[in-house]
């Protein structure tokens, strides 16, 4: 019997999103199994790093690592893992682009620490107890992995093949992307696999979108109960599906919710959030500063709208006063 | 020479648009006015073809400050482009100061084509405050925080000997 | 691939290369990636230089091109062409400004030198990414429009005319004849105004190839070079101009017996009636009614005897409206002309105030035979005036007023010092700062005026007092410190005539903007280049003649509108105008039809394509400037010569330093 291609997925910094959308699968994750071998699936399997270390390199065929790299675990994991895998996928949007765990770099480690373990409001440590990263206790003695300063994005650490896009990425794509790879048929190294054109394409309301929407107020989304048919760009919501790849089949928008970015930006886009702070922008109306200020104060948060899901791909990776 | 606060020289990226902005500067050579050599001009059409992206990006590449010049509101050479540049610019200020970029490093000026003056006044004065600021050095710093990541590269890749494939 | 680029580091003389090592910069230009060829050279825009490329790009199989030397503004055009010539397509050329914008503003040779070498290598960065581009032609409309009927207007309406071109001549007012009109004799050679005019005036008049339209205002300017669409209103004057002969008998009719209205044309002087002739010599030779001032447009409810008097001529027509009139021209002249400095704003100088102080102007006016008094040059009181003081520079060279020298008010100063001489005989006496006579025949002019017993005094007015507080009209004593002699002077005198000096129109900006060119800090619209292109603007297609681009007298008016004409006309001869590739295009694979773009553009070039769904730019109509690129969220819309990769990797080159 002919071995089959062996599969792995691993689990990094996110909140494990991902990996249900494998088991959203549903009946095609057979297909996925009488197909492959998935040799290393922690969180499903019992694999142990050591089994991984004792794999000779580049034998494993593809491996889907969903999550941002923030720890030195991570890390080592992701090169681990580079190293045994012809071909590494970054599944999903942490991995891709930092996602939600990529927002923390707006603050210093100190400063997440200090909040969780001191002052956050469901907090009681008064002796101020840090999670330490050696830890003794009568003859056990444990070394825990480091928290870095940065949320990396997976190609920050190490060389990625492919980027499967979303927050999680939908099952159709999982799929495509293993038959893809099943039957050779991947396109070039470094290509996300979704559409290279934005969410507004598979948009339903886009027929219902005016063609000059000149706003003059932002709203957020709990403020209104947005018309289910028309455009919710036009109906002041900041949705950022004309900025954001496709792909997602606008499932968010078809929920009456905006788009949140998580597919990331499309091929010819450098910086998601300043190509998205352009349109929107542009889309405001207003000649006067003031004016324009008031209407663009409807986006209190550029950088959290903006780099939602994006932070450590932005080009200047998050905030400047980072150690 | 000796204070190294001394040597700090910033360098600004700036986009002019050709009509107004770009013109002036070519004016304030005409008229030999001096400034500062700390600004590096890159032409464009009109103040609307500003993307964010470049602001980005020069600050990225290690800009230590990023000027824009444009015409004066109602004198855009195609209408309107500043306005949207100003749209642009306003939450782009709002977003950098969050992403930890000082005000004086960011800066729009609209400039007309016979404000050779202004362009001495705005870059000089721009030099000064960045000077006073210190660099930005984004480069740099991403260096230094990517610094953390070599110990452990070279752990994984080099402690395990090299296990070719054709071993099991 | 990589690319064969040739740097040329041009020293223009010793401009650049004084502030600039530029052997050093080309020896380190040799060291970037993709350089083949890297040389200085004292001026590559002459000949040798240019041929240069020519040879290098044949000789070494150069693929790019990047010269630094000067502004692109001024010689890109010049190395294009050079590329050109050399075999490769000319937009693989690229232009580093090391003068305008390093060598001469700079002071540090070191620091100039590195800046040098940082835009050097964003070109070097930059023109790998360049495309093989096509300049688009468009065809010129032989039409050309001017605006504005004064000497300057009247003079390239009537070259182009001449040269069978059909003009459009728009003038506000009610006659054309602007400011020369008003004058009574011209300097230096004493010619009389109204004989050299008022020819012109009626042939522009009759020209069959001039179709002119008094009364009237640009309202609209759409369109670009060679295709410009201009909407014109034209104004109700209550006469129909095809049916009026200008015969005045309803002015003569009109149920005001007597004259009651302040005349413009006098500026104010003289008195007019609701209907009149601006001047004997008006043209066209039409009667205007004033809206303001007529019972019937006023109330509805007169005689109208104006009309009664007009008779089977039945040229009234009170229910006139305004008339919108579209036209289309492939060229544009401005000769929108000046206004004359406001002396009210040197309080001190008693004009308004003291009833026998004058602008200059109102003393042209004063000793013109067919001004307010028939040609008698006197005082508020009828009386000839026994001394009269001319001031020169009011508004003029003065920190508080405007910096600059208006050029023609020493010399009209003399003229009318010399005219009041002539027809009253009194003292005259001319105060100036400095006596600015440089035109041609203008320092014999003023030696003959000398001669003539004019008492020139050199000294700025410090002062313009009466001799009796309660006499508003009498006497008055002019003060001024005579730096010759160097003694405060106090003459006094029974008038005082101010050398006003010109200025900007007061709608100047709205006019400008209108056409979309620029203007100076004064007002003045500004030329494409003070000495090389001295009558285009910024924008292709639009030039200026006259004082609306800075004051002058009336022959280097007449040479320069000779030259707008000459600009207009060797554009319509060639035909058609190659217009810069800077268009933008959507790549349609890209387009998400998220309609960003479509409201970005000011001339509505963007539309949607309902079939595919996505954006469609029509390149006609885009003029290039990028917006709608920058707006769009998938980067799916280029802009040629502009585009995203040639932008970053601009950025990234001036910035990659060692
Ligand atoms: S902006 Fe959002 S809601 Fe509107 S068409 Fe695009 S994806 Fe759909
Ligand atoms: S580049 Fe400017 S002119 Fe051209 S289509 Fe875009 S917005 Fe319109
Ligand atoms: S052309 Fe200067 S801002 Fe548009």
């Known amino acids: 019997m002919p071995t089959k291609p062996k599969i792995g997925f691993y689990w990094c910094a996110s909140c494990g999103g991902c990996e249900e959308s494998v088991v959203d699968l549903a009946e095609d994750v057979l297909m996925v199994t009488a197909a492959v071998d998935i040799i290393f699936w922690p969180c499903a399997m019992d694999f142990k790093k050591a089994d991984i270390e004792a794999m000779p390199d580049k034998s494993i065929v593809a491996t889907l690592l969903n999550g941002a790299i923030r720890s030195s675990e991570q890390e080592e994991m992701a090169h681990l893992l580079r190293r045994k895998s012809q071909v590494l996928i970054a599944f999903g949007s942490c991995a891709h682009t930092g996602g939600i765990p990529g927002l923390a770099n707006q603050f210093t480690c100190e400063q997440i620490m200090k909040y969780v373990y001191e002052e956050c409001p469901t907090m009681v440590n008064d002796q101020k107890t840090h999670p330490q990263t050696h830890f003794k206790d009568g003859n056990r003695e444990t070394e825990l992995p480091v928290i870095r300063n940065v949320v990396r994005a997976l190609d920050q650490v190490v060389d990625v093949d492919y980027y499967i896009p979303g927050c999680p990425p939908t099952p159709k794509l999982l799929k495509e992307a293993v038959l893809a790879l099943l039957s050779g048929k991947l396109p070039p190294k470094g290509s996300v696999l979704a559409p290279n054109i934005a969410v507004c394409q598979q948009c339903k309301r886009n027929d219902s979108k005016p063609q000059d929407i000149s706003l003059t107020e932002f709203k957020r989304p709990h403020q209104i109960i947005a018309d289910p048919d028309i455009c919710l760009l036009a109906q002041g919501l900041p949705c950022l599906g004309p900025a954001t790849r496709g792909g997602c089949d606008a499932v968010c928008i078809q929920g009456n919710m905006p788009c949140t970015g998580c597919f990331g930006p499309v091929d010819n886009v450098h910086d998601h959030g300043a190509k998205i702070l352009s349109y929107l922008a542009s889309t405001a109306a207003g000649k006067e500063e003031k004016d324009i200020t008031k209407t663009l104060a409807g986006i209190p948060d550029p950088v959290g709208t903006f780099y939602r899901y994006g932070l450590a791909k932005c080009l200047l990776r998050g905030k400047v006063s980072q150690s | ?168 | 691939m990589s690319n064969r680029i040739g740097v040329y580091v041009c020293h223009c003389g010793t401009n650049i290369a004084s502030m600039v090592d530029c052997k050093a910069v080309a020896e380190y230009a040799a060291t970037l990636p993709g350089v083949a060829l890297s040389r200085d050279y004292k001026y590559m825009c002459s000949d040798p230089g240019q041929t240069l490329i020519q040879q290098d790009i044949k000789e070494h199989k150069l693929d790019r091109i990047i010269v630094s030397a000067c502004s692109p503004l001024l010689h890109e055009h010049t190395f294009r062409n050079a590329t050109r010539q050399g075999g490769i397509n000319e937009f693989f050329f690229q232009m580093v400004n090391i003068r305008e914008h390093d060598a001469w503003v700079h002071t540090d040779r070191a620091k100039a030198t590195e800046k040098a070498k940082d835009l050097i290598r964003a070109a070097v960065h930059r023109v790998p990414f360049h495309k093989p581009l096509e300049k688009k032609t468009v065809p010129i409309k032989p039409d050309v429009l001017i605006v504005g009927g004064g000497i300057a207007g009247i003079h390239a309406a009537l070259t182009l005319a001449n040269a069978g071109k059909k003009v459009y001549l728009v003038e506000r007012d009610a006659t054309i004849g602007g400011h020369m009109a008003k004058f009574d004799k011209t300097f230096p050679t004493l010619d009389c105004a109204a004989c050299i005019l008022t020819p012109k005036m009626s042939t522009v008049k009759t020209h069959p190839n001039i179709t002119m339209w008094t009364y009237s205002d640009v309202t609209k300017v759409e369109g670009f070079v060679g295709n410009y669409k201009v909407t014109v209103r034209r104004n109700p004057r209550y006469i129909i101009e095809e049916l009026c002969v200008g015969c005045s008998e309803c002015v003569e009719a009109c149920v005001f017996k007597e004259p009651k209205f302040p005349d413009e044309f006098n500026l104010g002087l003289g008195k007019r009636k609701p209907v009149f002739l601006p001047f004997p010599q008006a043209t066209p030779l039409v009667a205007v009614i004033d809206p303001e001032t007529c019972i019937q447009l006023k109330t509805g409810k007169c005689k109208k005897t104006c009309v009664e008097a007009c008779g089977d001529r039945k040229a009234i027509d009170f229910s006139q409206k305004a008339e919108e009139k579209e036209i289309e021209v492939g060229t544009i002249i401005l000769s929108t002309g000046f206004k004359i400095f406001d002396a009210k704003r040197i309080p001190y100088y008693g004009y308004g105030t003291y009833s026998n102080v004058f602008t200059a102007l109102d003393i042209e006016r004063l000793v013109n035979a067919s001004g307010p008094t028939g040609g008698e040059l006197v005082l508020r009181n009828g009386q000839k005036p026994k001394s009269v003081a001319i001031v020169h520079c009011v508004g003029s060279r003065d920190e508080n007023t405007n910096k600059y020298c208006s050029r023609v008010c020493c010399m009209y100063s003399l003229k009318l010092a010399h005219l009041v001489k002539e027809r009253t005989g009194a003292e005259v006496y001319n105060f100036y700062i400095d006596m600015r006579t440089p035109g041609k025949g203008f320092e014999e002019f003023y030696s003959k005026v000398s001669g003539e017993g004019v008492h020139m005094i050199r000294g700025k007015v410090a002062d313009v007092f009466l001799e009796n507080p309660a006499d508003k009209s009498g006497r008055m004593i002019v003060q001024a410190e005579d730096t010759l002699l160097n003694i405060m002077r106090k003459v006094p005198v029974d008038m005082v005539v101010l050398g006003v000096g010109l200025e900007a129109q007061a709608d100047a900006n709205d006019v400008r903007r209108q056409f979309n060119i620029s203007c100076s800090t004064e007002g003045w619209f500004l030329e494409r280049h003070p000495k090389l292109a001295p009558v285009n603007t910024f924008t292709d297609g639009i030039f200026l003649a006259g004082c609306c681009q800075g004051p002058k007298d009336i022959p280097d008016t007449v040479a320069q509108a000779g030259a707008a004409a000459a600009e207009a006309l060797a554009l319509i001869d060639a035909g058609s105008v190659e217009l810069e590739p800077n268009t933008a295009f959507v790549v349609e694979q890209e387009c998400s039809g998220c309609k960003t773009c479509i409201p970005m553009c000011p001339y509505t070039a963007i539309s949607r394509n309902e079939d595919k769904k996505i954006a469609v730019i029509n390149e006609a109509l885009c003029k290039g400037c990028g917006t709608c690129v920058a707006a769009c969220p998938s980067g799916a819309i280029k802009q040629n010569l502009f585009e995203d990769d040639e932008i970053f990797e601009e950025i990234n080159g001036v910035l990659a330093h060692v």
């Open chain 2, 1 to 168: 020479m000796s204070e190294p606060t001394n040597t700090f020289e910033p360098r600004i990226v700036a986009f002019f648009c050709n009509w107004c902005t770009y013109t002036a500067a070519d004016l304030a050579g005409v008229s030999r006015m001096k400034y500062a050599p700390n600004i590096r001009v890159v032409r464009l059409m009109c103040s609307g073809r500003l993307d964010p992206q470049f602001v980005m990006a020069a600050f990225a590449k290690g800009a230590d400050g990023v000027l824009i010049g444009g015409c004066h509101p109602g004198d855009c050479h195609y209408v309107e482009g500043n306005y949207k540049a100003l749209r642009r610019v306003t939450l782009l200020k709002r977003m950098l100061a969050d992403l930890g970029i000082e005000e004086d490093r960011f800066r729009l000026e609209w400039i007309s084509a016979s404000e050779g003056d202004k362009v001495k006044h705005v870059v000089n004065e721009m030099v000064e405050k960045i000077r006073a600021l210190g660099p930005l050095d984004m480069p740099g710093k991403h260096t230094h925080w990517d610094k953390e990541m070599e110990e452990l590269e070279a752990h994984v890749n080099h402690s395990q000997k090299e296990i070719p494939a054709h071993a099991h």
